[in-house]
């Protein structure tokens, strides 16, 4: 089943761009066949009637959040980490008028919360009439933990949220990479690389096991739930307001836009609730207490990483995990037995049949396959011949240049890859994905300048990799802890270490070089003085005197100070904190401002159609295909002028300045954008022209004003 759903979408991601054969024609009908044939029930019974449609849907939907009535087995001996008794005392602290105004505040005005449809745009208009009764309303929940039909739940929903997801980083286990406060995705997915990388290089056998859930939030239990709150130490006032959010519950299926007999749950967590993820890492936590009891009785062996006895045996980001171990059949055994274990007591179902084990030591070159096809599937979707030059510019900045982001966050992409989406990018951009040989205009590297220097913003890929990967290198020296830098120091060294000042170096990947990037040491004042004397091995030749001058000058710019605690300032931003955007620009300032940036730039501030300043940016360089253009892109000879209306040209601008006199073309370009230069027409040439050869495509798009509807070219200006 798996395969024919494999080869259905890779042959409908070929059809989109070219026609199938025949045969894979056919192929797909089979595939279609084995799926339909895996899918439909033995025992099938075909309904019509609308009412009977709505009732077998509100029982099926009812019968899935109930939960069977039969004894789970309990997990009574792991050890959990214990809520403080401060956050305690905070969970259930008073509500204010202040905390539930801000809380309101934070939601989406378009939302309405409960089924009077009001929205909050109605609820803060009116929030000096209402605050009275809201307050009244968590008043009461808070006096009797009980909360009052047609009250406003999901602003309490929230108000809990924003309390719980603030005590439950000292809660949570640090192999935990999801909701909380100061740990991301990206971490994760380094630990993951570095395990892998560890496994290669030490030619171990290793595996890792990716966990697949059973429709997660449907299934749990909600007296595991509970007994969860209680193991971490959640005071007995809590548990009871977590419960009551949970069975007050009423919920209804939505038949074709008409909405079935409401019905109550009784297991399951309703995705959309602010509450659901927080609760969800308390119930997970459940796997990680089974995992450290079993490492602890020496039933499952981690990977190591370093030499020094560190092992990694699991990852979690909500409800995806990942476990690690030595590729021997007890540890297979083993974790299957945990998850087994985990389901019984949780209702958490593993399916088996999507969880993958993995052997470590796959080919690298799969790793970016799906950037690949990503972008491919992308350009098939928008086809080029649809948009404009401006629409595809929007395109290529929302779309084609954000989707290999993750991966050039992890890997330094290699010089192939990035000129074969370069390829795709400047491809789209001149033409579209149809076919044929299509005119660069531009060429791609100015393409991808800053507007300021005469470009399109289009992001440099090589560059913009390089950024992204230095924000390890702030993290590492910036965070205090966490479960990713940890694995870092044990595989590569800490500070001090000789192996840390070579992760330094590897981490940078040229950030550092050519004095572009730099990541400084200072004190916080500049008191004492040191006299360096370097004592050399050797007398220096002349050619080395000038570097130990160099040498000296940088030792001698940081001063040491007593009592006082160095910070590391990245000095490219004004927060002193390392940014992929500021690295970015970096890396771009060797590049020289173009001679019309600042024409260009105002340009760009116009309040025009995307299409006009695409075709303002391209004319002003003479990159339009005019006849002249063309016949120089094609090889052939041109005759340097030639006659049309009586009037002689040459050049795109010399063109467009026939439009109109001074008042049209002149008073647009020169005289707002305070620019002397972009034309220079003598008396000839500033003679009256009603017509001037340009093919567009589309239509007559001229510059700016000209370009615009009637009733949008009294509004359009460019800023002077």
Same mark, same amino acid.
Request: aromatic residues 10%; glycine residues 8%; charged residues 30%.
């Given at each position: 089943?798996?395969?024919?759903?494999?080869?259905?979408?890779?042959?409908?991601?070929?059809?989109?761009?070219?026609?199938?054969?025949?045969?894979?024609?056919?192929?797909?009908?089979?595939?279609?066949?084995?799926?339909?044939?895996?899918?439909?029930?033995?025992?099938?019974?075909?309904?019509?009637?609308?009412?009977?449609?709505?009732?077998?849907?509100?029982?099926?939907?009812?019968?899935?959040?109930?939960?069977?009535?039969?004894?789970?087995?309990?997990?009574?001996?792991?050890?959990?980490?214990?809520?403080?008794?401060? @956050?305690?005392?905070?969970?259930?602290?008073?509500?204010?008028?202040?905390?539930?105004?801000?809380?309101?505040? @934070?939601?989406?005005?378009?939302?309405?919360?409960?089924?009077?449809?009001?929205?909050?745009?109605?609820?803060?208009?009116?929030?000096?009439?209402?605050?009275?009764?809201?307050?009244?309303?968590?008043?009461?929940?808070?006096?009797?933990?009980?909360?009052?039909?047609?009250?406003?739940?999901?602003?309490?929903?929230?108000?809990?949220?924003?309390?719980?997801?603030?005590?439950?980083?000292?809660?949570?286990?640090?192999?935990?990479?999801?909701?909380?406060?100061?740990?991301?995705?990206?971490?994760?997915?380094?630990?993951?690389?570095?395990?892998? @990388?560890?496994?290669?290089?030490?030619?171990?056998?290793?595996?890792?096991?990716?966990?697949?859930?059973?429709?997660?939030?449907?299934?749990?239990?909600?007296?595991?739930?509970?007994?969860?709150?209680?193991?971490?130490?959640?005071?007995?006032?809590?548990?009871?307001?977590?419960?009551?959010?949970?069975?007050?519950?009423?919920?209804?299926?939505?038949?074709?836009?008409?909405?079935?007999?409401?019905?109550?749950?009784?297991?399951?967590?309703?995705?959309? @609730?602010?509450?659901?993820?927080?609760?969800?890492?308390?119930?997970?936590?459940?796997?990680?207490?089974?995992?450290?009891?079993?490492?602890?009785?020496?039933?499952?062996?981690?990977?190591?990483?370093?030499?020094?006895?560190?092992?990694?045996?699991?990852?979690?980001?909500?409800?995806?995990?990942?476990?690690?171990?030595?590729?021997?059949?007890?540890?297979?055994w083993a974790m299957k037995s945990i998850l087994r274990t985990f389901e019984l007591v949780s209702g958490l179902k593993i399916n088996f049949n999507k969880s993958q084990l993995i052997g470590i030591g796959e080919w690298e070159a799969f790793i970016l396959e799906p950037v690949l096809e990503g972008v491919t599937r992308k350009l098939s979707t928008w086809k080029g011949r649809y948009l404009s030059l401006g629409g595809r510019i929007t395109l290529i900045h929302s779309v084609l240049s954000s989707l290999p982001v993750f991966w050039m966050s992890m890997y330094v992409i290699?010089?192939?890859?990035?000129?074969?989406?370069?390829?795709?990018?400047?491809?789209?951009?001149? +033409?579209?994905?149809?076919?044929?040989?299509?005119?660069?205009?531009?060429?791609?590297?100015?393409?991808?300048?800053?507007?300021?220097?005469?470009?399109?913003?289009?992001?440099?890929?090589?560059?913009?990799?390089?950024?992204?990967?230095?924000?390890?290198?702030?993290?590492?020296?910036?965070?205090?802890?966490?479960?990713?830098?940890?694995?870092?120091?044990?595989?590569?060294?800490?500070?001090?270490?000789?192996?840390?000042?070579?992760?330094?170096?590897?981490?940078?990947?040229?950030?550092?070089?050519?004095?572009?990037?730099?990541?400084?040491?200072?004190?916080?004042?500049?008191?004492?003085?040191?006299?360096?004397?370097?004592?050399?091995?050797?007398?220096?030749?002349?050619?080395?005197?000038?570097?130990?001058?160099?040498?000296?000058?940088?030792?001698?710019?940081?001063?040491?100070?007593?009592?006082?605690?160095?910070?590391?300032?990245?000095?490219?931003?004004?927060?002193?904190?390392?940014?992929?955007?500021?690295?970015?620009?970096?890396?771009?300032?060797?590049?020289?401002?173009?001679?019309?940036?600042?024409?260009?730039?105002?340009?760009?501030?116009?309040?025009?159609?995307?299409?006009?300043?695409?075709?303002?940016?391209?004319?002003?360089?003479?990159?339009?295909?005019?006849?002249?253009?063309?016949?120089?892109?094609?090889?052939?000879?041109?005759?340097?002028?030639?006659?049309?209306?009586?009037?002689?040209?040459?050049?795109?601008?010399?063109?467009?300045?026939?439009?109109?006199?001074?008042?049209?073309?002149?008073?647009?370009?020169?005289?707002?954008?305070?620019?002397?230069?972009?034309?220079?027409?003598?008396?000839?040439?500033?003679?009256?022209?009603?017509?001037?050869?340009?093919?567009?495509?589309? +239509?007559?798009?001229?510059?700016?004003?000209?370009?615009?509807?009637?009733?949008?070219?009294?509004?359009?200006?460019?800023?002077?």
């Amino acid at each position: 089943m798996r395969e024919a759903t494999s080869e259905i979408s890779q042959l409908n991601v070929k059809g989109e761009t070219v026609q199938l054969s025949e045969e894979e024609i056919e192929r797909r009908k089979q595939a279609f066949l084995i799926l339909w044939d895996n899918m439909r029930y033995k025992e099938r019974v075909q309904i019509t009637e609308a009412d009977k449609m709505k009732e077998e849907s509100a029982i099926f939907f009812e019968e899935t959040f109930t939960e069977k009535q039969w004894m789970r087995p309990s997990v009574e001996g792991l050890q959990f980490k214990q809520i403080a008794p401060a @956050d305690n005392d905070y969970l259930i602290a008073s509500f204010t008028k202040e905390g539930i105004k801000t809380v309101v505040w @934070d939601c989406e005005s378009s939302k309405a919360p409960g089924l009077d449809g009001f929205n909050f745009k109605f609820i803060k208009s009116e929030w000096e009439t209402i605050k009275g009764d809201v307050t009244e309303f968590f008043h009461e929940f808070q006096k009797n933990g009980k909360i009052v039909k047609g009250g406003i739940y999901k602003i309490l929903a929230k108000l809990l949220a924003n309390r719980l997801k603030k005590v439950l980083v000292g809660i949570v286990g640090e192999q935990q990479m999801a909701f909380l406060s100061g740990r991301q995705l990206m971490d994760g997915v380094v630990i993951v690389n570095e395990v892998i @990388d560890e496994v290669k290089k030490k030619r171990k056998e290793a595996f890792l096991f990716k966990i697949d859930f059973e429709k997660a939030y449907d299934k749990v239990s909600w007296r595991f739930l509970d007994f969860m709150l209680q193991k971490t130490g959640f005071s007995n006032t809590w548990r009871k307001w977590i419960m009551e959010c949970l069975r007050s519950s009423m919920v209804s299926v939505v038949v074709n836009g008409s909405p079935t007999r409401q019905f109550s749950i009784f297991r399951g967590l309703q995705q959309g @609730d602010p509450l659901c993820p927080f609760l969800f890492l308390i119930i997970v936590e459940g796997i990680n207490g089974l995992v450290l009891k079993a490492v602890e009785k020496g039933l499952i062996e981690g990977v190591e990483v370093g030499d020094k006895g560190f092992k990694i045996t699991h990852l979690q980001y909500a409800d995806d995990t990942l476990l690690f171990g030595t590729a021997i059949e007890e540890n297979v055994w083993a974790m299957k037995s945990i998850l087994r274990t985990f389901e019984l007591v949780s209702g958490l179902k593993i399916n088996f049949n999507k969880s993958q084990l993995i052997g470590i030591g796959e080919w690298e070159a799969f790793i970016l396959e799906p950037v690949l096809e990503g972008v491919t599937r992308k350009l098939s979707t928008w086809k080029g011949r649809y948009l404009s030059l401006g629409g595809r510019i929007t395109l290529i900045h929302s779309v084609l240049s954000s989707l290999p982001v993750f991966w050039m966050s992890m890997y330094v992409i290699p010089k192939g890859t990035i000129l074969f989406l370069d390829k795709i990018r400047r491809r789209f951009l001149w +033409g579209g994905v149809e076919g044929g040989k299509k005119i660069n205009w531009v060429r791609w590297d100015k393409v991808c300048r800053d507007k300021e220097q005469g470009g399109l913003g289009v992001k440099d890929l090589r560059k913009f990799n390089l950024a992204l990967l230095g924000k390890w290198w702030g993290r590492l020296v910036n965070e205090e802890d966490g479960l990713w830098k940890e694995v870092i120091l044990q595989k590569y060294g800490r500070v001090g270490e000789p192996r840390f000042n070579w992760l330094r170096r590897v981490m940078v990947l040229g950030l550092d070089g050519g004095g572009i990037c730099r990541l400084n040491v200072i004190d916080h004042e500049n008191e004492g003085c040191w006299i360096w004397k370097l004592q050399w091995r050797r007398r220096l030749y002349s050619w080395e005197v000038q570097e130990e001058t160099e040498i000296l000058k940088e030792i001698q710019e940081t001063t040491i100070t007593k009592g006082k605690t160095d910070v590391r300032e990245w000095i490219h931003s004004n927060n002193g904190f390392y940014t992929t955007r500021s690295a970015y620009k970096a890396l771009t300032l060797e590049l020289e401002r173009e001679q019309l940036g600042v024409t260009l730039q105002k340009v760009w501030n116009a309040m025009v159609p995307s299409k006009v300043l695409a075709f303002s940016w391209q004319l002003l360089q003479d990159k339009i295909p005019t006849k002249a253009n063309l016949f120089k892109r094609g090889g052939g000879e041109l005759e340097q002028r030639w006659t049309e209306m009586g009037v002689r040209y040459s050049n795109s601008i010399l063109q467009l300045s026939k439009w109109q006199n001074k008042r049209g073309l002149e008073m647009h370009l020169v005289a707002r954008t305070g620019s002397t230069k972009v034309l220079q027409l003598d008396e000839m040439q500033k003679e009256r022209m009603s017509f001037f050869i340009v093919r567009l495509d589309p +239509g007559p798009g001229i510059l700016l004003k000209r370009g615009c509807s009637k009733k949008r070219q009294n509004r359009v200006t460019i800023p002077g």
